[in-house]
């Protein structure tokens, strides 16, 4: 059994990995931390070792929080939505969890492309999260 998490360093992803967490733990499974990047020309030197960074903290909280974990760092070129569809389906995960962003009247007629794309083609059941105080 295993959870995949969709994590960013934004209100939503850090939502999104707490409610994972809590459900990896519940269920006494594994918990899989997708961080994608489209990499090339849109990832500077500065932003890689930010995200590297970012993913280091997160890796000290789940080691602190006494889940079973890995965290995958992906820079293949490809959608969010992509790499956690791909990681879904080879590990056969449980279920996927993705953050949720507030949107303006006009943007609930349309939900995020990745967000639509995973809840839309996912192998398994997702929860989808918002971030605390909405």
Do not use: W
């Amino acid at each position: 059994m295993s959870v995949v998490v969709g994590y960013v360093a934004t209100p939503e992803g850090r939502a999104a990995l707490r409610h994972a967490v809590r459900e990896c733990l519940l269920r006494n499974t594994d918990l899989v931390v997708i961080s994608s990047n489209r990499g090339g020309r849109d990832l500077g030197g500065a932003d890689a070792v930010r995200y590297e960074e970012e993913l280091a903290e997160v890796r000290a909280q789940l080691q602190r929080d006494g889940v079973r974990f890995q965290v995958r760092q992906l820079v293949r070129g490809k959608d969010p939505a992509e790499d956690l569809i791909a990681v879904a389906e080879e590990i056969k995960a449980d279920f996927i969890v993705i953050g949720l962003r507030r949107r303006t009247p006009v943007g609930k007629l349309i939900l995020g492309s990745n967000a639509q794309r995973i809840l839309l083609e996912a192998p398994c059941p997702v929860l989808a999260v918002k971030a605390d105080g909405e």
